[in-house]
């Protein structure tokens, strides 16, 4: 187990290190740089290359890649041209703000999938299966952007249940928090709901057709509980993968829906990033979520060992 | 072909409101406005960056020496006036007394002094007091500058709110770019900065109006904050922006299209303003690369292109045909050349296609993401199509589009709006093609009429020299204008007293009871 750690982790930084690598590769290969956000279209070169070196960016690409790296060994993803902090200040200020939407979303999905997928399953080929499936190839092929808005437009200016958009922190108001965050939250959720609907039936109806289950079956269990203790912990390995691959996949979304709900997460800090070319800001966010992606696949790994005791990490 | 001709514009001559419901209600104090802006800012440092989304909030913190006024007009605003000596080089501004800045301290020469030098070493424009010499205090409440040479657009250059001139505590103009605290001396104070989220502008109940003023008067004037707070929202989807608005969390949306609102405004809930014109449309040749250098090229272009037809489906409801290139209502306003605008005639581009050097290559649109741009860069391309010139289109976010088009290579023609520039002035719509920065190659013509207008103080003499350059312009197609475009501006009904400008101005501004 300690050496299948030592292995992973030492993939990880290898991971790591080429992703900072092309982060700065990609960036700096791209035209334009952070002073076509301060300056418009009228500025002439001179007033560029006067704040291109106010800002620090005329020197060389080797000098400033030696700075970031010898920052970074020290913990220091860079100061921000533009927010006037710290890159790992501006993350961890915005991570609360992803984590909460990310880990409501893969809650619900997780729930609502795996549930509507085990009904299917037991269901196979009657109208609830069917019903099930049917809607999750509906919420698998809604795009996120399109379906956050027409929840704005039902739930937040036909019902006011919702405010349209914005963040409030959950010290400053738990209820306002949960307004806040309901909405993106389920617009992330559906979209996922249907793909761990659909793998979680799969790999339950597989369960299904296994000796055991006939065993269980025919020793008097009732269906509910050769489903609920046998099936489904048996499905637990699939399922958590499928899981695992969400979760990175809900990183990703809440790039999409932070911006079409004005949330100030770690996604909508990159997109700005991106389109302002905040350099340090790009360079160190991109780093952070893939060390997230990165652990959250090894987390999904490690817990195979958990759900299936026949697995060994070696 | 229709084709529609603007005279003159009223009185307020950049801006229209169009058919704001009157307000019936008294001004009354307290309330939070929220805006809804499209961009956040990339600084709330005024004097190094020319973003509007920065403007947006800047000047309802920070003051300047000369503002421009309702009709764009330089007056003073920190200063009580100016003294020009009689070899116009010297100017003797007396500073406003008792005007404190909203760290209580008290506005003096030193502060206006260290705020100049730090303009002229980081300021985003630096090159509006790039004809400075000296700056020094002549008093505590008196600032003596130099000139190196006779400026006849000075007031207007220090006046200008492009990247404003912004008068910060001598302390505060002491630090680097970005880096200082957001305090000045306008009618509202900084509050907070939640990045990716919004700014927060409170009341400054120190405030010290400019004595001479009446009413709200452009960025000058009186300017009275009757708001407790402003909160300007950055909302960068126009669907959640609206929704934001409909749903009550927003009063005021910067920027709506034309579609959304034409349906607002059938509803009396809201106020639909009209800013008109608030910009042009601009599409630039470059005359350093292939065919786009061949001047009988570009004239086949201009001879060929429908503008009416591009205005109106890039700013469907909102536009202009204006082929001056300052706005209408403008002293220098002059139809010089533009016997040449809009001639949508197909055998004339055809003949001066046949004697420029095009071969039939295909030519590179660059362009940002911006509908209007994208949709103007689509009709030059179908309507070019038409005389036989294959342009492919080349859509990149701006940082990417307006690092390709400041170089000689890589692209023909690139469009994007020009706003600021009429506003400031001939000097301003000048200087982009001074040098060939803008065309990528000089036109010595033009370079010899831009430092002829710096120099001349007698402005007929002046307007004379501005009609000789949009002459230029037009003859050698150094760069086309489409028209003028506007921007529609919605409200809640419960927002009273609010006018459309260059900037979503809050002051003079109040919230009626829900």
Known sequence: ?314 | MRRRTFGTLAASAALTAAAPRLAASQPRRGGDAVVAIVQPPPSLDAQITTAQAARDITLHIYETLYARDENARPVPELATGVTVSGDGKTYVFPIRDGVKFHNGKPLDSADVVASLERYRKIGGSAALLAAVDTVRASGTHEVTITLKSVQSTFLDNLSSPRAPIAIYPASEAAKPANQIEFIGTGPFRFVEYKPDSHVKIARYDGYSPNPGATGRDGFAGKKEALLDTVTFRFMTEAGPRNAALEAGEVHLVESVDGPVAKRMGANKSYTVYKALPFGFQVIKFNHAFGVTGDVNFRLAVQSALDMEEIMSLSFPDIYQMDGAWVYPGSPFHTSQGTERYNKTDAAAAKALLAKSAYKGEELTFITDPLRSDVDTATMVQEQLKAIGVTVKISVADWPTVSKIGFTPTGWHFWTHGFGIEPYEGPASVMAPWVGGASQQKADAEVDRLYAALNAELDETKRKAIFAQFQARFYEQAIAMKAGNYGNFQVATARLKGFTPYRIPRMWGVWLDQA
């Not at chain 1, 076509?36 to 000098?63: I, M, N, Y």
């Open chain 1, 1 to 314: 187990m300690a050496f299948y750690l030592a292995k992973r982790l030492g993939g990880m930084l290898l991971v790591l290190v080429l992703v900072s690598l092309l982060s700065f590769g990609i960036i700096w290969l791209v035209p334009g740089d952070p002073t076509s956000a301060f300056l418009d279209a009228s500025a002439t070169a001179e007033q560029a290359t006067r704040l291109r070196h106010e800002l620090g960016l005329d020197q060389p690409l080797w000098q400033q890649m030696v700075a970031w790296y010898g920052r970074l060994l020290h913990g220091d993803l860079g100061r921000s041209i533009l927010l006037r902090r710290s890159v790992s200040v501006a993350i961890l200020e915005r991570l609360p703000v992803t984590l909460s939407l990310t880990a409501l979303a893969l809650a619900f999905a997780g729930l609502v999938g795996v549930a509507a997928g085990t009904l299917a399953a037991t269901l196979q080929n009657r109208w609830p299966d069917q019903a099930i499936m049917a809607a999750a190839l509906l919420g698998l092929s809604v795009p996120d952007f399109w379906l956050g808005l027409m929840l704005i437009l039902l739930f937040a200016v036909q019902l006011g249940f919702v405010p349209t958009g914005g963040f409030v922190p959950f010290g400053e108001s738990p209820s306002g928090w949960f307004r806040s965050i309901a909405l993106p939250a389920a617009t992330l959720a559906l979209v996922q709901v249907g793909f761990i609907a659909r793998m979680t039936r799969a790999a339950v109806l597989d369960v299904l057709h296994q000796d055991f289950i006939r065993t269980a079956a025919a020793k008097g269990l009732g269906r509910a509980r050769v489903i609920l203790c046998h099936a489904l912990p048996n499905a637990a390995v699939p399922i958590l993968t499928v899981v695992g691959i969400v979760a990175g996949a809900m990183l990703g979304g809440a790039v999409i829906v932070e911006q079409v709900f004005s949330i100030p997460g770690v996604g909508r800090l990159i997109v700005g990033a991106v389109l302002s070319r905040d350099y340090p800001v790009i360079q160190g966010g991109l780093l952070f979520l893939a060390a997230i992606y990165l652990t959250v696949n090894l987390a999904v790994d490690l817990l195979y060992a958990v759900a299936d005791p026949r697995v060994r990490l070696e």
